[in-house]
């Protein structure tokens, strides 16, 4: 069973509000990502990290923003929430390996 | 053109039926293969790896062309533990990161 813990696992807030979405994973594994999934839709990948200090956008655009300052930690916030960020927010981890670990995701909705 | 394209779906089998996915992907560079399952509201877990060789693990079968660019996952005598959504997944770009497909919904019935 993987060790990747997400909090909160759900979240209604309104708009304009600064959330941030925790990610932590006790594996120790240097790879981190954030994924946005809509229901019934595919997994795309908004962040990623390959270590501390390193960070970088993936192939959807996003308007959030990423940290690394400790391998165990993966937070992602949103500075001003919108409707239009509405969604499911699902952060990974991988070490050396292609398998990736997911977390239990969180599941965010802004009214 | 979706990087990762698979069946729509949903595929709505009895139990002890046998099924199949198909996946194909548009860059040819792309390095690795996976199937996923995902539960309903639930995150993706890996099902298995794709080898170039086809590779099976217990009631399941996966097959990787390369060249027509396309994968295969075979679920033989259906469980109704299998209901869920296949994802297929290719590692590429210039990062070697994942590129999840839409997923195919599978709901087995007894």
């Known amino acids: 069973e993987a060790d990747i813990y997400q909090t909160p696992r759900y979240l209604v807030i309104g708009t304009g509000k600064k959330i941030t979405l925790e990610c932590s994973q006790t594996?120790?594994?240097?790879?981190m990502y954030w994924y946005q999934q809509d229901p019934g839709m595919e997994l795309h990948l908004i962040h990623y990290?390959?270590?501390?200090?390193?960070?970088e956008k993936g192939d959807l655009s996003s308007e959030s923003t990423v940290s690394r300052i400790r391998t165990e930690h993966f937070p992602l916030t949103l500075e001003s929430a919108r409707p239009s960020h509405t969604s499911q927010y699902l952060c990974?981890?991988?070490?050396?390996?292609?398998?990736?670990?997911f977390g239990p995701g969180t599941r965010l909705t802004v009214t | 053109r979706k990087e990762v394209e698979q069946d729509p779906g949903p595929f709505n089998v009895p139990e002890g039926a046998t099924v199949a996915f198909n996946c194909t992907y548009s860059?040819?560079?792309?390095?690795?293969f996976f199937w996923y399952r995902q539960d309903c509201r639930k995150e993706p877990k890996l099902l298995m790896s794709?080898?170039?060789s086809g590779n099976e693990d217990g009631r399941f079968t996966a097959q990787l062309n390369r060249a027509s660019q396309y994968i295969s996952l075979l679920i033989r005598d259906s469980k109704l533990s299998d209901s869920a959504t296949y994802l297929c997944?290719?590692?590429?770009?210039?990062?070697?990161?994942?590129?999840f497909g839409k997923g195919t919904k599978l709901s087995v019935k007894p």
């Open positions: 990974a981890s991988r070490d050396s390996g292609y398998e990736q670990y």
């Open positions: 860059n040819s560079a792309s390095q690795s």
């Open positions: 594996m120790g594994h240097d790879k």
């Open positions: 794709v080898y170039s």
């Open positions: 997944v290719a590692r590429g770009g210039s990062q070697g990161n994942l590129i």
């Open positions: 990290s390959y270590g501390v200090n390193s960070t």
